[in-house]
């Protein structure tokens, strides 16, 4: 684990002077540090954990998060996000047993000022949508709720958090009804060369079951061109703080890679 984590931060090291302008790397990793900049990038965020629960599991989750910013006016910008989980897992459920498949989406949309100096924030709707292809993967439940963004950005540092509350309003009868809270606040420090370091924490409660998830995840990143493609990577553990009963897992790692399009 430490020298996979020591290579890549070699690796990054490496390319962060493959870049066509510090300069924009900068600015690049600055907006990225910011969930409602008005950006357009397709990240595919990568989640390994092992020793899950009693059968000492492992899942992967490969996330699909892309965010679209749209200008509704000079004032006004709109960004949506979705987050769609792409998951293989091993003795999660028993012995032997393994699943995979797509998980249920998160469907965001915010309404952020265009010309906030001091704090930046962003309000609106978020949408729980039924994809899964599995049992397991599944909550069978279409959910909504309000979700909410605010950030500070100042001599290279940025500080915020993230909020969503959901609850079900239809779907499979014979599933649980859902009221849960999603909190994840950040912190990243980022260099001029486009290199950063940060961390989040993903608070999950759910409140019909009344059980807590929380993972810790610091991250180092960089900001590169992969020829014409301006990219970002990212890479570090993860931490199961806490978890459901037989559902804590011993470690993890997470690894991202973020494809910009710059206006």
Known sequence: MKKSIGITYLLFVGVIFAGKSQDDAAELAKELANPIASLISV???INTDYGIGEFKGTRNTVNFQPVIPVQINENINLITRVVLPIVTQYNITAPGEKQSGLGDAVMSAFFSPSKSEKLTWGVGPALLLPVGTNDFLTTKKFGMGPTAVALKQMNGWTVGGLINQIWSVAGDQDRADISQMFLQPFITYNWKSGAGIGANMEWTQNW?????????????????????????????????????????????????VVFLFPK
């Open 43 to 45: 990240p595919f965020q």
């Open 208 to 256: 019909k079951a009344s059980t807590t998830t929380i993972w810790l995840n610091p991250t180092i990143s960089a900001v590169t061109s992969l020829g014409k493609q301006k990219t970002q990577f990212a890479v570090g553990p993860r931490l199961n703080l806490a978890a459901p009963e037989g559902g804590k897992a011993d470690w993890g790692w997470r690894a991202v």
